[in-house]
């Protein structure tokens, strides 16, 4: 079967053996398509990864070959991904998935940049759906994304009604932009993109490329990897605020103590969803609560290395990877 692996600087297309059940538990399924995520590119830029690394997480497939406790069967078209946390460990049972060393450790065979990937009786009974049958495949491929999403908006326990800033309308701007406002938020997104904007109006979702001068939200949520994005979260945010972490930027900053001290603001990271949080996010999706057509650009798996490059310089939103 064709991946597409990570080595050094390019992405290269290999023939490798298919994946096969060989009578262990869980599923052999064919890819049918799979998202790039932002944390993909990281991997691949910043070298986190070996050489061999197949990246690709947010996974629409058809199930080929199974053995399994669940109700699943050869032919249904599922939507799935990769960490599952434990649900009894330190970090768990305070909340930070995340964190979860089990979290971290569990994963799908090879990627989700192939042909065919092997899903363990876990993922299978954790993190595996049936994709909604009024979902196309590249919108059932943002279950992932939203659900981290989802997240977020949950972990930072907003007042309903609370007025929220989501700054930068990548695809993961325009999600949480829809998620906080499906929660009962008054949400202003802001991208220095005028297209950007557009997209997320065209949502229903008030948008600007300048913020307005008096404008003091409740809460700001970062979703741009810029480091101008932090300087603007704290000058905006209102005085015991929320600032809501939500993308690495490229430099580290010193610790903002007196601003935090003087003004009381809550600084939070939010990163890797919960299982709960998958269910609402594909729940979200089913019932067009959250829309994200339009969105994806479609590349084939040999084009995967300019679908990075491609969502890096900004020229698409969102890249689904066809397979
Ligand atoms: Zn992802
Ligand atoms: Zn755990």
């Known amino acids: 079967m064709k991946v597409a692996q990570v080595s050094n600087d390019t992405i290269k297309i290999n023939n490798v053996p298919d994946e096969e059940l060989n009578g262990r538990k869980g599923a052999v399924v064919k890819v049918l398509g799979c998202g790039l995520c932002g944390s993909d590119i990281i991997k691949f830029e910043h070298k986190t990864v070996p050489a061999g690394t197949v990246l690709g997480h947010e996974i629409v497939a058809r199930v080929l070959e199974i053995n399994s406790d669940t109700d699943f069967k050869p032919g249904d078209v599922i939507v799935t991904t990769h960490h599952i946390p434990c649900g009894t460990c330190v970090y768990c049972k305070n909340g930070n998935v995340s964190m979860c060393r089990h979290f971290k450790e569990t994963n799908i065979f090879p990627g989700g940049f192939s042909e065919k990937v092997f899903l363990s009786e ?48 990548g695809s993961i701007g325009i999600l949480m932009s829809q998620a906080l406002k499906a929660s009962g938020m008054k949400v202003l997104g802001c ?82 969803p919960d299982l709960c949080d998958m269910r609402e996010s594909l729940e979200l999706l089913r019932s067009g609560r959250v829309k994200v057509d339009g969105l994806s650009t479609v590349y084939p798996l040999e084009e995967l290395e300019q679908a990075i490059r491609d969502t890096k310089n900004a020229k698409i939103m969102k890249a689904y990877i066809k397979i």
């Open 122 to 169: 876990e993922h299978l009974q954790n993190v595996a759906y049936l994709k909604p049958e009024n979902l196309t495949e590249m919108e059932a491929s943002f279950y992932e994304p939203l659900s981290c999403c989802v997240r977020a908006v949950r972990r930072a326990k907003l007042r309903a009604g609370s007025d929220v800033l989501v700054l930068g309308l």
């Open 191 to 272: 991208d220095i993109l005028a297209e950007r904007v557009e997209v997320l109006k065209g949502f229903g979702v008030d948008a600007v490329t300048n913020l307005p001068p008096d404008y003091r939200p409740d809460a700001v949520f970062l979703t741009a990897g810029a480091d101008k994005t932090v300087e603007i979260a704290i000058k905006t945010v209102r005085d015991g605020g929320k600032i809501v972490v939500f993308a690495s930027t490229p430099d580290s900053f010193p610790f903002p103590n007196n601003e935090i001290y003087y003004r009381e603001l809550t600084v939070m990271g939010s990163y890797s």
